[in-house]
């Protein structure tokens, strides 16, 4: 038994990878635009869907198709800020219906494009055993899960470190400030969708690796990224990843100790219990969300 | 409320023509009712997102939670048909209940977290299938019964119960409207603290507010319930449940009380009349597609870009 749930932690750690790269772009994009994207799960899932493409349609393994996924989800992502920079009034309550019709267009394309059906990787590759130390995987989880941490401190050294990455930072906390200081906000928004973007192609590259995509996925992965952006509280990368490893060994030990009907209800408890308990998230600084 | 010829004469049309003229085709009669239902659940979304200050996601919780409700209360317990459908309105306030915690959140969290509930209610439903019937659904709802003669069964006798559902609860949302707590409410649009300090409970309000759309919504879905006498997880809690009624609402103004219902009857028809026939697979990416339209050329509706338009018109001559 203890065997099953050291088990079943490893593989919600190793999930947790690309949780964590789809609520960043969320909280990044919310952070510099005050926007929160309802879109957002189904860029991811359009990527997925590219994946599933490159390996049916030419063969190929599914990492070949990360440069293609870029290109178009940053694309796709910069075609809902442009749309989002054109609401006049009431930019919080109407970017969300937006974004909502947004996500339900996408859906329909996905729907059209590539059918109902359920679909997942052929690869023998990337589903072969890795085993390390007591513990089991496929190749696809560790693999992108090396990948998700890289990305994960290559934003954070972006964000830290670069010109364009403080300016995200410097519009999220005052815009008005960061424009007296010669930032172009509209630019930053931009940036940030675009960066979010390319998280988003490369957790819809991992879904489709390691697990099963069907074109009403993308729903339930931006309200996957949302309750980890509320476990975490807002403005901290470090915050994001446990959230997001928080939720996958959850819902990973509910598959394991009782059913994979339940598994969402897993998150939903968690996203419950902390907002009972503290409001503010675990790692998120104590002033009032919203 | 004033004497208004006008409204009599709708009220009679919709009351005694549509019957009249429509009654003996089904198919026109389903799509006027089914329209109904949407405009229901429309009105309801508009109460809570033009009262509230609050957009919701997660209305096809209520709806599903009221259908649900209503089945089960009048199959396993046999409780009367119309007390269930109120017992369903119920229900959903009871949902409703334990959602009043996201309300510490605001604007764009509490439209996540509510659209989050809605995905736990979904799943409640498929696996407690000791009451629900799981995944495969319930079948054999009962269908209204026949009170004082009149057999509400039948495609008339449901379009004049969901019609008149549809037009008291647009009575209840005008009278809050006019209402001080309507007041109230929006002065809360122009400014929360502001009118906390004048010593409105704005959350309490709030909260009421979402009892109260709730309630609606939930009462509209045991309606369907019984009308359709079927139901499952994913039917009773579609997404569709939440995206047309927006749609719906946002295209015929959701500021207004007669927008949602009139943006319901257009969008519905023309959905299910025109693009279902078009695009048989993805016909909801035009739903997707006039949301995104409506609100970058006109989030508050239809009829104030036509005012706009006309005025400009006037304006330049």
Redesign the interface.
């Known amino acids: 038994m203890t065997e099953l749930i050291l088990q079943a932690v490893y593989s919600g750690l190793l999930q947790g990878g690309s949780y964590a790269l789809i609520a960043l772009g969320l909280a990044l994009v ?1 952070g510099a635009m005050k ?2 994207n ?1 879109a957002h799960g189904e860029l991811v899932l359009l990527s997925a869907y590219i994946a599933y493409t490159v390996e049916s349609k030419l063969g190929w393994n599914p990492m070949a198709a990360i440069p293609i996924s870029v290109v178009i989800v940053c694309i796709a992502s910069s075609a809902v800020y442009f ?1 989002v920079g ?2 006049k ?2 930019r ?7 974004t ?10 996905i ?2 494009t590539w059918k109902a059906d359920v679909r997942t990787t052929n690869s023998t590759w990337m589903q072969e055993a890795i085993v390390v130390g007591p513990f089991y995987s496929m190749r696809s989880e560790v693999l992108f899960f090396g990948v998700s941490v890289a990305l994960i401190v290559g934003l954070w050294w972006w964000l830290s470190r670069s010109w364009y990455g403080r300016a995200v930072r410097a519009v999220s906390s005052n815009r008005d400030a960061a424009k007296l200081m010669g930032i172009n906000p509209g630019r930053t928004e931009l940036v940030s969708f675009i960066v979010a973007g390319i998280l988003a192609a490369f957790a819809g590259v991992a879904l489709f690796s390691y697990g099963v995509i069907t074109p009403a996925y993308g ?2 992965l ?2 996957k990224a ?2 980890i952006t ?1 476990l975490a509280g807002m403005g901290s990368i470090p915050g994001v990843l446990i959230g997001a490893i928080l939720l996958g060994v959850a819902e990973s030990l509910t598959v394991t100790l009782a ?1 994979s ?2 598994q ?2 897993a998150g ?1 408890g968690l ?2 219990l902390v ?2 308990v503290m ?1 503010n998230g675990l790692f998120g600084a104590s002033r009032r ?2 | 409320m004033k004497f208004k010829p006008t409204l009599v004469a709708s009220l009679l049309a919709v009351y005694v023509a549509v019957p009249l003229l429509f009654g003996a085709d089904n198919y026109v009669m389903s799509l006027v009712i089914a329209s109904l239902v949407i405009g229901g659940i429309a009105l309801s979304w508009a109460l809570l997102g033009n009262l509230g200050g609050m957009v919701s996601f997660g209305h096809a919780a209520f709806f599903g939670v009221g259908a649900y409700t209503s089945a089960v209360l009048s199959m396993q317990y046999h409780v009367p048909v119309f007390a269930a459908l109120v017992l369903g309105g119920a229900g959903a306030v009871i949902a409703a209940l334990l959602m009043l915690p996201v309300l510490r959140l605001r604007g764009p969290y509490f439209a996540l977290a509510i659209l989050a509930y809605a995905h736990i209610f979904r799943i409640v439903a498929s696996e407690w299938s000791s009451v629900t019937g799981g995944a495969a659904g319930i079948g054999n709802i009962p269908r209204l019964p026949t009170v004082l003669g009149i057999d509400f069964s039948s495609k008339t006798g449901n379009y004049l119960v969901i019609l008149t559902i549809v037009l008291v609860f647009a009575l209840a949302y005008a009278l809050i409207r006019r209402s001080p707590h309507g007041l109230a409410l929006r002065a809360m649009h122009d400014s929360d603290d502001a009118t906390r300090v004048v010593g409105v409970n704005n959350t309490l309000l709030k909260g009421m507010m979402l009892l109260v759309s709730a309630f609606m919504c939930g009462v509209v879905g045991a309606f369907n319930a019984h009308y359709i006498n079927f139901l499952e997880p994913d039917y009773a809690f579609s997404a569709l449940w939440v995206t047309i009624p927006i749609v719906a609402a946002i295209f015929g103004g959701y500021r207004t009380i007669t927008g949602p219902l009139v943006g319901a009857v257009v969008v519905y028809l023309v959905d299910q009349l025109i693009v279902k026939n078009l695009l048989p697979s993805g016909h909801q990416m035009v739903l997707g597609i006039v949301l995104v339209a409506m609100i970058v050329a006109s989030p508050d509706g239809l009829l104030a870009l036509v005012r706009k338009i006309t005025r400009k018109k006037h304006a330049a001559t």
């Open positions: 919310f926007v929160i309802l749309v054109r609401i009034t009431n919080e309550i109407n970017s969300l219906t937006l909502y019709g947004i996500g339900v267009i996408l859906t329909n394309v729907l059209m729903g339930v931006t309200v949302f309750i509320v059913s009907a339940l969402e209800l939903m996203f419950l907002l009972f409001p969300r919203g």
